[in-house]
């Protein structure tokens, strides 16, 4: 397992926590409880809160880069009954639901289930988002302005392929949110701006050809 993801061991559950996939939401540590607290060693105590919060507060974490794993046979983190797309606000692409992600690494469990996916074409770490959007000056404020063709019922396996040099192609049934968290798309099949260029965000209109973009 990679150095990078560190263990926290209760009598109950193991939390992991994987430094390749965390952006600093701080979902975990604005919890009402004392599962994590900062400047504490160990940050997080899977015996510090009940069972039910450990899961609630790992499964908030909206990178994948938190993964409670049950010493006692409970069942594992199931995927959400439908797949989503949130268009965050001048940043990342949120992913919720059965993830099959290309260029996740096999030992990053977190994104079977939720992910951050980088839009702004500047991440350190593609196809997953490391904040570059911030310093970079990405502004997108997240509108999505079309409805998609739809689907009769949500749910099963959401593929996310990475085209060389260009989009993110999604397939599968997926609904996407726009910034303002409102139901905008629906469909099986859709191509994401991966290059922070395209003048029809979130979706890809081929400007990564001419901008030069380049990322596997």
């Known amino acids: ?30 919890a009402d409880n004392e599962l994590f607290t900062s400047g504490r060693e160990p940050w997080c ?29 409970a069942p594992s983190e199931a995927p959400a009954p439908a797949n989503t797309v949130h268009v965050a606000n001048n940043g990342p ?16 469990a977190g994104v079977k289930w939720r992910a951050a996916l980088c839009r702004c074409g500047l991440s350190k770490n593609k196809p997953f988002c490391d904040n570059s959007h911030e310093a970079g000056g990405f502004v997108d404020r997240g509108a999505v302005g079309e409805r998609g063709p739809g689907f009769d019922a949500p749910g099963g396996l959401l593929e996310i392929r990475r085209a060389k040099n260009g989009p993110l192609l999604l397939s599968g ?9 409102q139901v ?33």
């Not at 049934?173 to 968290?181: E, P, R, S, W």
Request: hydrophobic share 30%.
């Open 1 to 30: 397992m990679s150095e990078d993801i560190k263990r926290y061991a209760g009598e109950n559950y193991e939390v992991t926590w994987d430094r390749r996939l965390c952006i600093h939401v701080g979902e975990c540590g604005r």
């Open 93 to 108: 692409l949120y992913l919720r639901g059965d993830l099959q992600i290309d260029g996740a690494s096999e030992d990053m």
């Open 45 to 73: 105590r899977p015996d510090a809160a009940s069972d039910d919060e450990v899961v609630d507060v790992v499964e908030r974490c909206p990178s994948g880069a938190l993964v409670h794993i049950s010493k006692k046979g």
């Open 184 to 216: 905008a798309w629906r469909g099986e099949k859709l191509a994401l701006c991966r290059c922070g260029q395209s003048s029809n965000k979130p979706f890809c209109d081929g400007t990564h050809k001419g901008a030069g973009f380049e990322a596997d």
């Open 173 to 181: 049934k997926v609904t996407l949110h726009n910034g303002a968290g």
